[in-house]
């Protein structure tokens, strides 16, 4: 547009970037389209587990949702207006981030259940990431290929509209009337949460950036429907939880009475269904000459939360307040104290997410972490470096105590040509290709990788009881599940269901009572349960949140967490809670049986079970003063 004589460039400017504004509003909003496209698999499974009619009546949501990301990207360039014909550029190019981090949150969403977070963010910084979270280089290089060939469409085509359409009419009010649109939409979408439960407050999360308005106290209010007599008091112990923490005991004060070697074996992503006779059968006959913890729960359905559990004997959700305080496992200090020397062997790297500095940290001189390759190549060199250190350490009599963290059951689930037991499977050619293969063939591929290590598992504990004269004590469980698209997505770390937080636990060796034990445990339990075994008397009350696994209660229940984002549940024998947040004030709790079932009478079940669960939330001190001995399995 020429200079009217006379005029400033500056003013020129300003006028030509005034006369593209509304054209570029009307350019983002007719990108609505691929925004729910981006997210089409998604919310089709949202939608599934919502009850008609709310299906139908969420739709007109998720498209103003979508308005309101729009406008998103109209509003970080709207700035660059100010420049002129520059603007032309700055909106499509806006349009086009917005687009490429959509979809790579739209992938991720699919895949783990959550949107980009402060924790996808760390761990997409964290060394080695892309190896770490199985994305092949080359899949990461195409994915960015293809954002630089939509930039370029964007530019192009965005330019193209808006010098066609340029107008002096003022945007001000269509882009208040979709502000608006959008603050209608999240009353609305309450609304619809209130009648139709978390899974229709869920579904209006799909899309990212949406705030979470709760409207049920003023709603039930209202309409005189609904009651929170009982959420109360649970969200108030859940809140005290975290702080409420043993006060510890002195690590020399833990006197042994039999020191056998000790074994821990953690395996990655390993649900419980998979302790079985095609899949872990070599695990499953050890088990039989010990005992095997058929409903022992993760408390966490992420690694790094898991672990501290594990080691600390602390609920998941307090990881923060110890390690912010500096505490460090008992556990190091009384192997050390009654004499043990230590390996400790993750195939994975542990200084992922910061474990080797606090789960670890007391142990990091005798910690081998991150081994060459991937999966089953990785573990094999572990097993190799721990059976190099027996053989040097092994002639010395002192107890010893090791702990191995396999890693080729991690997606995308390795192992040779010897444990193909199971065909066909997923051919593990890419990562986003992963969420449209039929989950059985996922599954066969996770099952041969955990088959893998099972052999590997055998053979070491057959060499190292060759080796040493004599078998160990030996703990086996998984860091957490995994889900095969049982909810919609594949993995862990996004929720609590029974596949990701329901594990196996065997344990194994001198002394260790036989049998099969059905009565709830948890991975709190680990550290109470090995000193009772070797005849340490202190109340775990005293250091821990768990207890000996051989003397626990009828009517427990254990608190399992995601970690990163505060959603629990509460699991007992016949009963599991969800809780969605702390601040959960939509809809009540979710109550179904363990297997994430729908109960009929689940209100009720609730109601007779509050003052137990809550109990799991708020630790309170039990009674007894020495640890109770190990007894018949239940």
């Known amino acids: 547009m020429p200079a009217a004589p006379g005029s400033s460039p500056i003013a020129v400017a300003t006028t030509t970037g005034a006369a593209l504004r509304r054209p570029a509003l009307a350019w983002a909003l007719l990108h609505i389209p691929v925004i729910l496209f981006l997210y089409g698999s998604s919310i089709r499974f949202?939608?599934?587990?919502?009850?008609?009619?709310?299906?139908?009546?969420?739709?007109?949501?998720?498209?103003?949702?979508?308005?309101?990301?729009?406008?998103?990207?109209?509003?970080?360039?709207?700035?660059?207006?100010?420049?002129?014909?520059?603007?032309?550029?700055?909106?499509?190019?806006?349009?086009?981030?917005?687009?490429?981090?959509?979809?790579?949150?739209?992938?991720?969403?699919?895949?783990?259940?959550?949107?980009?977070?402060?924790?996808?963010?760390?761990?997409?910084?964290q060394r080695g990431a892309l190896r770490e979270t199985g994305v092949p280089v080359w899949e990461a290089a195409a994915f960015i290929g293809v954002g630089v060939a939509w930039l370029a469409l964007e530019l192009w085509a965005g330019g193209r509209f808006l010098r066609r359409f340029a107008s002096p009419k003022g945007v001000l009010v269509p882009a208040l009337l979709v502000l608006a649109l959008a603050l209608v939409e999240r009353a609305y979408t309450a609304t619809l949460s209130f009648y139709g439960g978390p899974a229709v407050f869920a579904a209006g999360q799909t899309l990212p950036l949406q705030a979470?308005?709760?409207?049920?106290?003023?709603?039930?209010?209202?309409?005189g429907r609904?009651?929170?007599?009982?959420?109360?008091?649970?969200?108030?112990?859940?809140?005290?939880?975290?702080?409420?923490?043993?006060l510890g005991i002195p690590a020399a004060s833990v006197r042994f009475t039999r020191t056998p070697d000790i074994v821990v074996i953690l395996i990655e992503s390993?649900?419980?269904?998979?302790?079985?006779?095609?899949?872990?059968?070599?695990?499953?006959?050890?088990?039989?000459?010990?005992?095997?913890?058929?409903?022992?729960?993760?408390?966490?359905?992420?690694?790094?939360?898991?672990?501290?559990?594990?080691f600390f004997g602390l609920q998941a959700q307090k990881m923060d307040a110890i390690v912010g305080a500096g505490r460090s496992p008992l556990l190091f200090g009384v192997l050390k104290a009654n004499g043990y020397r230590s390996r400790l062997l993750a195939a994975s790297s542990v200084d992922w997410m910061g474990l080797k500095g606090t789960v670890f940290g007391d142990v990091e001189g005798d910690l081998d972490t991150e081994f060459p390759g991937i999966g089953a190549t990785r573990d094999?060199?572990?097993?190799?470096?721990?059976?190099?250190?027996?053989?040097?350490?092994?002639?010395?009599?002192?107890?010893?105590?090791?702990?191995?963290?396999?890693?080729?059951?991690?997606?995308?689930?390795?192992?040779?040509?010897?444990?193909?037991?199971?065909?066909?499977?997923?051919?593990?050619?890419?990562?986003?290709?992963?969420?449209?293969?039929?989950?059985?063939?996922?599954?066969?591929?996770?099952?041969?990788?955990?088959?893998?290590?099972?052999?590997?598992?055998?053979?070491?504990?057959?060499?190292?009881?060759?080796?040493?004269?004599?078998?160990?004590?030996?703990f086996v469980t998984g860091d957490h599940?995994?889900?095969?698209?049982?909810?919609?997505?594949?993995?862990?770390?996004?929720?609590?269901?029974?596949?990701?937080?329901?594990?196996?636990?065997?344990?194994?060796?001198?002394?260790?009572?036989?049998?099969?034990?059905?009565?709830?445990?948890?991975?709190?339990?680990?550290?109470?349960?090995?000193?009772?075994?070797l005849g340490d008397t202190h109340a775990p009350q005293a250091y821990a949140d768990g207890i000996s696994m051989f003397a626990v209660p009828e009517g427990r229940f254990v608190l399992?967490?995601?970690?990163?984002?505060?959603?629990?549940?509460?699991?007992?024998?016949?009963?599991?809670?969800?809780?969605?947040?702390?601040?959960?004030?939509?809809?009540?709790?979710?109550?179904?049986?363990?297997?994430?079932?729908?109960?009929?009478?689940?209100?009720?079940?609730?109601?007779?079970?509050?003052?137990?669960?809550?109990?799991?939330?708020?630790r309170e001190p039990a009674p007894p003063t020495t640890a109770a001995p190990p007894a018949r399995p239940h």
């Open 212 to 223: 979470p308005l709760r409207m049920n106290g003023f709603l039930a209010k209202v309409t």
């Open 270 to 310: 390993l649900r419980a269904d998979f302790l079985d006779t095609v899949t872990m059968p070599r695990l499953l006959r050890r088990g039989a000459e010990g005992a095997v913890f058929e409903r022992h729960y993760a408390s966490a359905s992420s690694t790094h939360f898991s672990l501290f559990s594990l």
């Open 481 to 533: 599940g995994e889900e095969f698209k049982e909810h919609g997505h594949i993995g862990h770390g996004s929720s609590v269901t029974a596949e990701q937080i329901h594990v196996p636990m065997v344990v194994f060796g001198e002394g260790v009572p036989r049998g099969r034990v059905t009565r709830v445990t948890g991975h709190i339990d680990l550290v109470p349960t090995l000193f009772a075994l």
């Open 380 to 474: 094999s060199a572990m097993v190799e470096r721990a059976e190099r250190w027996l053989a040097r350490e092994g002639k010395d009599p002192a107890p010893l105590f090791v702990m191995l963290f396999f890693d080729g059951t991690h997606f995308n689930y390795t192992y040779p040509p010897r444990s193909a037991r199971l065909a066909p499977v997923w051919d593990a050619g890419s990562s986003m290709e992963a969420a449209r293969v039929p989950p059985e063939l996922i599954r066969r591929r996770a099952r041969n990788a955990a088959y893998e290590v099972d052999w590997k598992i055998d053979e070491f504990l057959t060499w190292m009881a060759a080796r040493r004269g004599k078998a160990p004590l030996v």
């Open 226 to 246: 609904g009651t929170t007599e009982l959420r109360d008091p649970i969200q108030t112990a859940a809140e005290r939880s975290a702080s409420r923490l043993p």
């Open 560 to 618: 399992a967490t995601v970690g990163w984002e505060p959603r629990y549940c509460a699991v007992g024998s016949d009963l599991k809670a969800t809780f969605f947040g702390l601040d959960a004030g939509f809809g009540g709790v979710q109550v179904t049986d363990p297997e994430d079932r729908p109960l009929a009478d689940g209100d009720a079940r609730f109601a007779a079970h509050a003052a137990e669960i809550l109990r799991a939330f708020s």
């Open 46 to 125: 949202a939608l599934g587990e919502v009850r008609t009619p709310f299906p139908v009546l969420l739709w007109p949501a998720f498209a103003v949702e979508a308005a309101l990301l729009a406008l998103l990207a109209f509003a970080l360039a709207l700035p660059f207006s100010l420049l002129g014909r520059a603007y032309r550029w700055a909106v499509p190019a806006a349009l086009a981030l917005l687009t490429f981090l959509l979809a790579l949150d739209g992938r991720i969403y699919q895949a783990l259940g959550f949107h980009i977070n402060g924790l996808v963010v760390k761990v997409m910084l």
